[in-house]
T-cell receptor, first 115, second 111 residues
Framework: AQSVTQLGSHVSVSEGALVLLRCNYS??????LFWYVQYPNQGLQLLLK??????LVKGINGFEAEFKKSETSFHLTKPSAHMSDAAEYFC?????????????FGGGTRVLVKP | SQTIHQWPATLVQPVGSPLSLECTVE??????LYWYRQAAGRGLQLLFY??????ISSEVPQNLSASRPQDRQFILSSKKLLLSDSGFYLC??????????FGAGTRLSVL
């Protein structure tokens, strides 16, 4: 069975400061990993994904994440927070080898950006 | 390009009333389709998924049901809503590679 743990349900950062959201996963197969962002009363939007290859992946809005197999982690970072980054962020791992291609999500981290 | 439509955007229903939420996908064929629920202050819960017409898998026992009458149409239903059915309902699709693409969601309030 797969699982995803996001450390910290709420994170507060100052505008211009580093954003770091932590995600650890467990998977019995080489993982496909994703970060999604959700703005209030909207659906989830894909930020970035890791499947194979380069372990540092870049996404939209200046975000990037690094896959570290030895640490079973896929932390999301952005060097300089912007007010528009205030949202909820979800890490997910894919069960891509079974029918249905289901995703297992972490509990989410809500980001507050202070001016 | 592919798009996903979900409606209505908001819905207020009395306890005991029926429910029908619809989701359609355009621009792709044979997608996997999913219904999720977000209750207040909680994460995403997968309710149903479908790998083809008429094929529905339920992830959790509940008061809801799903149907897929056409390749790109996915419907979430209930015969009698409960207060606990309130939440934000999201439809999603995928065609492999792990990525799922989400609709804008329906905010359901059961009063």
């Amino acid at each position: 069975a797969q699982s995803v743990t996001q450390l910290g349900s709420h994170v507060s950062v100052s505008e211009g400061a580093l954003v770091l959201l932590r995600c650890n996963y467990s998977s019995s197969v080489p993982p496909y990993l994703f970060w999604y962002v959700q703005y209030p009363n909207q659906g989830l939007q894909l930020l970035l994904k890791y499947t194979t290859g380069a372990t540092l992946v870049k996404g939209i809005n200046g975000f990037e994440a690094e896959f570290k197999k030895s640490e079973t982690s896929f932390h999301l970072t952005k060097p300089s927070a912007h007010m528009s980054d205030a949202a909820e962020y979800f890490c997910a791992v894919s069960d891509y080898l079974t029918a249905g291609n289901k995703l297992t999500f972490g509990g989410g981290t809500r980001v507050l950006v202070k001016p | 390009s592919q798009t996903i439509h979900q409606w209505p955007a908001t819905l207020v229903q009395p306890v005991g009333s029926p429910l029908s939420l619809e989701c359609t996908v355009e621009g792709t064929s044979n997608p996997n389709l999913y219904w999720y629920r977000q209750a207040a202050g909680r994460g995403l819960q997968l309710l149903f998924y479908s790998v083809g017409i008429g094929q529905i898998s339920s992830e959790v026992p509940q008061n809801l049901s799903a149907s897929r009458p056409q390749d790109r149409q996915f419907i979430l239903s209930s015969k009698k809503l409960l207060l606990s059915d309130s939440g934000f309902y999201l439809c999603a699709w995928s065609v492999g590679g792990g990525i799922q693409y989400f609709g804008a969601g329906t905010r359901l309030s059961v009063l």
